[in-house]
């Protein structure tokens, strides 16, 4: 009982509103083919929920964690899980704008779902998964492309070639609380309609080629100004994903 659990970047993020002390996003979402956890259910003799993996933060913060919370009391999940362990096998890096702990969270709701004969559709393990963080909705649908809009709730997939995609992760952990407060303060901008239209529109190839790292993403230039340093990885063809810290870029056709 294993699983993989797939990176994502964002070819484009940009901010069209704000709702209460979330902002809206437009935004497309590329899961990454060669970059994932692995999420497994092991047999076990210890008691009650075990989660075992090399995290960087609390068990109540683990969105693994705060997924099994949501479905405990449906039927099966809590006999099941006195019996399995959860161990997930880290390769995606933590605070790194690559959708890591909301990966390992949807993969868990899937492979709950199947194991714990839930029958939930995608559509009612979303109505979960929003609650976990607002990424966590798009690795549920498992679309290798899709559009992301409002808070990370609305996911449409978007037809497109499967991209090559390699990215890099300094050693600069980026507060994504914080990047949103200066963005706030400094650097506020809405996407308009049309624009918003347009690019939802385009192919991911179409857009990087049009844009350059600060028009791609209206978070980096905000992440700039707290860490300075990721100035050094910002380099022809490469691209920020998130709140950061990582950058991508796509092989596909070179």
Known sequence: MCEKSYAKVNIFLKISDKRDNYHELVSRFVRVH?????????????????????????MESNTVYKAYKLIEDYENVKDFFENHSIKI??????????????????TFLIMANKYCNLNLSKDELCEIAVKIGADVPFFVYEYDSANVTGIGEI????????????????????NTGEIFKIFREKFYKQISKEESNKLLNMKSLDILKEFDIKKANDLYEPALSLYSDLEDYSKKDWYFSGSGSSFFKVNNGK
């Open 155 to 174: 996911v449409k997939k978007f037809d497109e070639e499967i991209l090559n995609i390699d990215t890099i992760t300094p050693k600069i952990k980026c």
């Open 89 to 106: 096998e880290k390769n995606i890096p933590e605070f790194a704008g690559l959708g890591g702990g909301s990966s390992n969270a949807a």
């Open 34 to 58: 060669n970059l994932y956890d692995i999420v497994s259910f092991i047999k076990t003799s210890r008691r009650g929920i075990n989660i075992i993996g090399d995290f960087g933060c609390k």
